[in-house]
């Protein structure tokens, strides 16, 4: 059976809730939400309405009907950041960003978006002086991934949040690694919009992301359409979450996120992480004491990802050696986010990244380290 | 076409056969020319024999070679391969010509490199790619590390040293040569139909005598493809010398696995595709 470690790029497995779930609103459901006035499509409606309560209680939103759906994260970034920069505009990144950001905005950059971005350590760590210094003036909006994708490096993100609102400037918070682990309270830090995907640390299935938009702020959709709401009116309505949301919505991928956040609010979003971290320093350790490893550790840890390299070996083929010689699942290469291995000194090459699930347990980790400590034992002369 | 030879091997009777060395036989063949005419002659044709290797009773592969020096050949594939990585792995080796068959004892697990040998790498396509095909490989191959240092002199001097070693070579033009040398002369000569085979004897006689390889190069006639080169780097050779050409990826592998490749030695030249820095050569520009 594999063992799977790459929950960074989606969680394996999900919770039985979710499985139940999604096939009980693809059986028993059915109907599509918001467009009828029959008991399913109530039904179905209620799914929707529910989900975003859900995800309301978990980030500390007051107004669910902030809360809109998207396919996965990359399109609730992109929502923003098309809808909100305009020729002219400067914004503020991290060197940690996922392509989900910084490929947006280099098309954005030649209709005269102006991109700077914020240091970082190679050990991830940001450089808040020079996030200060390069606030003033302020620039249109400021975007930060939560916790890098790539080694687990937290972010400073309720001090940036604090620095942002202070400034007048809208913080966009990438929270893809975080959300389901790590704790964010997206009112009382007044953040200005927060995108993530459903089906990593929220434990949904695939397709499904969310986006929060401050309501004081007015942020063009990326779309426009039919959104059962409103319909003898040419125009989108301006209302949320109807104004970011049109034609039919993923509801099994919804319920399914649903569940997932259900499971994290009972299990307890601290219990998640504490596993998770645990998972990671365990497998810091073990890795630390193989010859030829480097590993890229975070100053702070905010996620289980771990990432290293092996001398002299491609990460590419490690990984492959990892699954053709042991079926462990891993994930190598620069993890779609190249600026972020440029800052952790890991480009071109990038890395193998392993990263445990809540599902994964000590035995999984001592498993894995097993298997680098025989294949080392074959490596070189 | 005037010159054009087609050799047309005849029935020929085991006793009248020349054995001139033990690597070859010798039979009548007919010599054509183009306008139909021939002549009945007795030709020198390298030996061709299939040779099994078994390693802990597991037969892992048939070698088609000369059949000579099966020892060296055997341990010299198993040492490149990664089924043996030291002397004291090797337990026993037997050899029973009659049925082609080489038996060879290991105490090294060597369970995870079978199971990966020779499996093709499948990676994605974030990251910068690998320069392997064979994941085994990516993982006993490393960067050799060595102070030698070659003349262009020295290295058209040790490929003439090699071509008056051939004799099969003479005899047969069915024969890949291949050497052991310090830059200053030839330690070892072996030949043999494959250049693979060739450079494991060279490999496997250093394993069984312990000798280093990290000062010496190794001189072939062969083309130095990625197979060659993967093979010299898994063992920690640093210079590899031939009298033919290299291919794209020998090349590439070359740079990334710090070995000096010298191809096309031939009239007094040579042409140093990597690894310049162990080449003593001025170099007056480029064009």
């Keep these: 059976m594999s063992l799977y470690l790459d929950n960074a790029a989606t969680s394996h497995p999900k919770p039985q809730a979710v499985y139940e779930r999604v096939r009980h609103v693809l059986e028993e459901v059915g109907?599509?939400?918001?467009r009828g006035a029959y008991r399913l499509a109530r039904e179905a409606s209620a799914v929707l309405a529910d989900a975003r309560k859900k995800l309301a209680?978990?980030?500390?939103i007051a107004d669910p009907q902030q809360i809109v759906f998207t396919a996965n994260a990359?399109?609730?970034?992109?929502?923003?950041?098309?809808?909100?920069?305009r020729p002219g505009d400067r914004v503020l990144i991290s060197s940690l960003e996922h392509n989900a950001v910084v490929r947006p905005l280099a098309r954005l950059a030649q209709i005269g978006v102006q991109v700077e971005t914020v240091p970082n350590s190679p050990s991830g760590h940001l450089d808040l002086d020079e996030f200060r210094r390069l606030l003033t003036p302020p620039p249109r909006l400021v975007v930060l991934v939560h916790a890098c994708n790539v080694n687990g490096a937290l972010q400073p993100a309720e001090e940036v949040a604090g620095l942002c609102r202070h400034a007048g400037?809208?913080?966009?918070?990438?929270a893809a690694q975080t959300a389901g682990v790590q704790r964010f309270l997206v009112d009382e830090w007044a953040l200005g919009m927060l995108a993530c995907s459903g089906h990593k640390g929220l434990l949904g299935p695939s397709g499904v992301g969310m986006l929060y938009i401050r309501p004081d702020l007015d942020v063009a959709p990326l779309r426009e359409g039919g959104t059962g709401?409103?319909?003898e009116e040419e125009q989108q309505p301006l209302f949320r979450p109807d104004r970011y949301e049109c034609g039919t919505p993923n509801l099994p991928g919804i319920a399914g996120l649903a569940a997932g956040v259900e499971f994290i609010l009972k299990?307890?979003?601290d219990a998640i992480r504490h596993h998770e971290l645990e998972l990671a320093t365990m497998l810091e350790q073990g890795l630390e004491e193989l010859p030829r490893v480097r590993l890229y550790r975070p100053e702070i840890r905010g996620t289980g990802a771990v990432s290293f390299n092996v001398a002299h070996l491609n990460p590419g083929d490690l990984g492959h050696l990892l699954d053709a010689g042991f079926d462990i699942a891993v994930r190598t290469g620069l993890h779609c986010a190249p600026l972020a291995h440029k800052a952790l000194g890991s480009f071109p090459a990038g890395s193998v990244r392993v990263a445990p699930g809540y599902f994964n347990t000590r035995d999984h980790i001592e498993q894995f380290l097993n298997a680098m400590r025989s294949l080392l034992r074959h490596a070189g002369r | 076409m005037g010159d054009f030879e087609r050799v047309m091997i005849s029935v020929a009777d085991e006793k009248e056969m020349m054995l001139p060395t033990d690597k070859t036989v010798s039979l009548e063949a007919l010599i054509c020319d183009a306008s139909g005419h021939g002549n009945l002659r007795h030709q020198y044709l390298v030996k061709e024999v299939p040779v099994t290797i078994f390693v802990n009773d597991r037969e892992l592969v048939t070698l088609l070679c000369t059949g000579h020096h099966l020892d060296e050949l055997a341990v010299g594939f198993l040492r490149a391969e990664g089924f043996l990585e030291s002397r004291k792995d090797l337990e026993s080796l037997r050899i029973d010509e009659d049925t082609g068959a080489v038996r060879i004892a290991s105490s090294l697990d060597a369970s995870l490199v079978e199971h990966l040998w020779q499996k093709r790498t499948i990676t994605s396509g974030c990251g910068k790619g690998t320069v392997f095909y064979h994941a085994i490989d990516a993982l006993l191959a490393t960067p050799v590390s060595s102070d030698v240092h070659i003349t262009p002199a020295q290295v058209w001097e040790r490929m003439q040293d090699l071509h008056r070693l051939s004799q099969t070579y003479r005899d047969t033009h069915g024969v890949h040569n291949t050497a052991l040398a310090t830059p200053e002369q030839i330690l070892l000569f072996r030949d043999d139909i494959g250049r693979h085979n060739a450079v494991d004897m060279i490999i496997g006689h250093a394993f069984l005598h312990d000798l280093r390889l990290d000062d010496k190069a190794l001189i072939t006639t062969g083309r130095l493809t990625s197979e060659i080169l993967i093979k010299a780097a898994k063992v920690?050779?640093?210079v590899i010398i031939s009298r033919n050409t290299a291919t794209s990826l020998a090349v590439e592998l070359a740079a990334a696995l710090n070995v000096t490749l010298i191809g096309y030695v031939r009239n007094g030249k040579s042409t140093v595709y990597s690894g310049l820095d162990r080449v003593a050569c001025s170099v007056s520009g480029e064009g």
């Design chain 1, 229 to 231: 709401s409103r319909s």
């Design chain 1, 57 to 60: 209680t978990l980030f500390g």
């Design chain 1, 169 to 174: 400037v809208p913080l966009l918070l990438d």
């Design chain 1, 31 to 34: 109907a599509s939400p918001g």
């Design chain 1, 74 to 85: 990359t399109e609730s970034i992109n929502v923003v950041l098309k809808g909100w920069l």
């Design chain 1, 267 to 269: 299990e307890g979003i």
């Design chain 2, 236 to 238: 920690g050779l640093p």
